[in-house]
């Protein structure tokens, strides 16, 4: 028997290149890194007192606002409509300048009514604002 003459056929093994697969894993990786945005969550910008003993207030030093489940504002048991909570709260505070403004909203009301509230009292120019709790 002869074996010399017989070729054999080497199939050819196709491979896939992954010499520079790391490359390009940290590529990828370092551009979602980069191009990714992280939106922090915006709360309400109040500065708290610190911790410490309570102090009486006269009751003619505070102004008390509420809002009910509807969204309707009473400022001293009066509806008065948002865009003119601002000008009744200046007004209150040009008489009483060691004015608080307490801030009640009722625990149906959505909280888009308490921040928009909030919000005009702040425009208002109010610079103690004390936020209550509502009774449950």
């Known amino acids: 028997m002869e074996f010399g003459n017989v070729k054999r056929h080497i199939t050819p093994t196709i491979e896939i290149p992954t010499a520079s697969l790391g490359d390009i894993v940290f590529l990828l990786l370092i551009f979602f890194l980069v191009t990714t945005s992280l939106n922090a969550e915006k709360g309400i910008g109040l500065t708290l007192p610190p911790p410490g003993e309570e102090v009486e207030v ?31 709260i200046r007004e209150n505070i040009s008489r009483n300048p060691r004015l608080i403004i307490s801030l009640k909203t009722d625990k149906k009301a959505k909280y888009e009514y308490m921040v928009r509230t909030l919000d005009k009292i702040k425009l208002s120019g109010a610079k103690k604002i004390s936020l209550a709790v509502p009774e449950f």
Do not use: F, H, M, T
Request: proline share 0%; net charge neutral; aromatic share 4%.
């Open 58 to 88: 006269s009751s003619k030093n505070i102004l008390n606002v509420y809002v009910n489940a509807a969204g309707k504002i009473l400022v001293k048991g009066e509806i008065v409509e948002l865009g003119n909570l601002e000008q009744v």
